[in-house]
């Protein structure tokens, strides 16, 4: 069973709970995201697979995932990016925002950036492909409306200054 810190307001951790009472009751947890950039300075984008519980088939950061009790974002970022790709790299710390989600459900989210050009060996389990994208790229798939992950559009429009 998924075990996660509990964090307050503050980003503060108060417990620990199951990925499902998380999830059932609504308690603020901690999201760690690895965005992967190229010497183009394009983002590399993954398109979840179709078995992903929530979004499948839809872009969303490099690598992602819950930070696990006991466990730092950083050392989270670090397992789930070589869980997804394959890969072990260096990263670097970018931010840290507070996203509340359609149903209210605050998470803190941390974001790390990784150089790199490639190739990635993806889980097909949880990842369907990896692509490079330019800014301008991604913000015409945003504007097509393809499906992006709401913590990839939170970040896009936040730090990158996408449009609503």
Not at 104 to 115: E, Q, T, V
Request: charge should be negative; aromatic fraction near 12%; charged fraction near 30%.
């Amino acid at each position: 069973m998924e075990m996660m810190d509990v964090v307050n307001e503050k980003d503060e951790i108060v417990g620990v709970a199951s990925r499902d009472d998380v999830y059932e009751k609504l308690l603020t947890h901690r999201i760690a995201h690895v965005l992967v950039f190229n010497r183009k300075g394009e983002l590399a984008l993954q398109l979840q697979g179709a078995k992903k519980r929530f979004c499948p088939l839809h872009w969303v950061s490099t690598a992602a995932g819950h930070v696990d009790a006991g466990e730092t974002a950083e050392q989270a970022a670090l397992r789930e990016f070589f869980e997804e790709t394959g890969v072990r790299l260096p990263i670097k710390f970018l931010y840290k925002d507070l996203f509340v989600d359609h149903r209210g459900m605050s998470k803190f989210l941390y974001f790390y950036r990784a150089d790199y050009e490639g190739p990635f060996n993806v889980n097909p389990e949880e990842v369907a492909k990896v692509e490079f994208f330019s800014m301008e790229e991604i913000r015409e798939m945003v504007r097509r409306g393809e499906k992006f992950h709401p913590q990839l559009l939170f970040l896009l429009r936040k730090r990158f200054g996408f449009e609503q």
